[in-house]
């Protein structure tokens, strides 16, 4: 099961649209009459934030009836998430559960695609998405990329050792750093060890320096397909990542170029799903 968001986000989501309680409704005179709210599909959707759009709506003082998990495949027209309450909770919680689940399933189903064409390309490929997500909303970003079948290439600069072109610059250069490897690895035995390369002869210098992981940016994949096979030619033990510029379009033909990790943040960025959400009185 996929982790959820804790309730101070939640909180602060309903507080974002909700300052001072819904104006319109309390105009009307509505408030307290008893409805329902069901969520459904308009296309094809893994879903994501499923959990925490029905806690915003039991924090707006609504129960749930049906509610399916994040991670779940749906057709078209599915109901996935039923609410009942008074008219007062079920407007509250609305448009920020329909934001979350559009957004976040978006992102989940975009990931889902991506991975199915990166595996059926080469089934013992892993995909791995950046921290490239808008400022704010990571927490959102990783749960969806998860629900779709990815995984985080690093949650932040704290737990990896990735090293790029803009630290080397204060080594003296790539072989400079190369030559310490071994020192690196015994200040951080636990670590892996990830260098990224321009090109393919960088490349095949960083897999020889005995690091974990050689992250190859936008290499086309016709070179990238050489350039594995020169690699593991090498016999070394090290795994061959592939980033830069990689999307739904060309991802199976980077994953059949037989790298072992694809790296990407095409996934945040692209419409949201198309939910409906129809709301409904309800006889008392």
Partial sequence: MLACLPDIEIERFIDED???GDLTTHLLGIGNQPGTIAFSTREATTLCCCEEAARVLEKCGCRISILEPSGTHCAPGTVFLSVEGTAQG???GWKV??????YASGIASRTARIVRAAKEANPGIVVVTTRKSFPGTKKVAIKAIMAGGALPHRLGLSETVLVFKQHTAFLGGLDAFLEGVADLRAKAPENRIIVEADNAAEALRIAGAGVDVVQVDKLPPPELRQLTADIRALGR???ISAAGGINEGNVAEYAASGVD?????????????D?????????P
């Fill in 237 to 239: 033990p090290v795994k």
């Fill in 18 to 20: 909700l300052p001072y």
């Fill in 261 to 273: 990790i694809i790296v990407l943040s095409s996934v945040y960025f692209g419409r949201p799903a």
């Fill in 90 to 92: 079920l407007h509250a």
């Fill in 97 to 102: 559960a329909l934001n979350l689940l559009e």
């Fill in 275 to 283: 939910i409906g959400a129809r709301i409904s009185p309800r006889s």
